[in-house]
């Protein structure tokens, strides 16, 4: 008696499904799976997940070629590395012509990475920053070559109006390694979070919480390698349980990685110095991509109105309505803004953002496909 019960309830659900498709797929929805664009994100999103892994190996591969050519995975700038800053004063001069001066300066300082730029106010030039390094980076160096640089400058009044920050490469060194760590340490309790929101048992978030902390601490107080091997293998077996007991979390995660990395790749193709200011936005960067992953998944996961597909396409109109004024606004800052710090915020921002609506919209979204359907819930099923 109950197996039949349990049998008209299985035929009941099938029935139900199977209305609900014909009622959504074959109405208006389905017009719109036949265009071009709709039909292409709808039947062939597996495909689309090729595209954006190989964007991934592709950005993974110019910062290895950074890091080679460099030492250094990112172009770090005089905060982060060390050197001198020479910012001089134009206003009511003639307008200094950036190009010939950079020249000039590279030919007068062929052992020096010499690096120019110029303030401006209303496109009316108001000053100039020139920064430089030497072979050591040492005070009595930096001292030397800002002099020089003084000296070699045609402005009138050039040492009266300059004015110069020495950043000695210990200290510009020490920035950057607890900038990294911070970057790091904000990731993966970002990715604890994920869990704890996402994951199935108490216990696995328990072990997660406990293995999270440790790697926090490891990772702050990481001064051998000792430290950075142990760090490894707790980073490793939390990748491990993110994958075993939370795919949603770890699609997440990859997303927000994959971000972060397409948007480092792009700086070190365009060779743009980044400060502990360009460190900040990624910070930001990463709080931002989560932050679209996140209503992605919560409306897929959790929402029970309309089929998964559909469910996508409506959150789709959401995040790109919150992407394009965060793009518009952080757009407007970088063209009228006459901050450095500003616009190298900016910058990152903006590239940042460009790489979210890629691995949100199309990778996240497509892990999550692939995730329901080996639960047994296709696109077009409630």
Known sequence: MDSEKHRRLLRAQKLRRQERKNVVVDAPLKKEYQRGYNKIYHNHYKELLFFTFGLLFLSLLVIGYTYVKTGDIIYKGV???????????????DTVDMKLLEEKLRLTFPDNDIHTREISEFGQQQGITIEATTKDNSRESLDAIGKEIIAVLNIDDAASRASIEVTGPSLGESFFKQTLKAVLIAFIFMGLVLFLYFGETTGEKIVTLILTTIEALLIWHASNIWIVLLAIIVGVILVVLYIKYSIPSTAVILAAFSTITFTIAVLDIMQFRISTAGIAAFLMLIGYSVDTDILLSTRVLKSSSGTVYERIVSTIKTGLTMTGTTFVAALVSLIFTQSDVIKEIMIIIVIG??????????QNSGILRIYLEHKGRKSDDA
């Open 353 to 362: 953002i460009i790489a979210d609506i890629i691995y949100t919209w199309v």
């Open 79 to 93: 905060s982060l590395s060390g050197g001198i800053t020479v910012t001089v004063g134009t206003e009511g001069l």
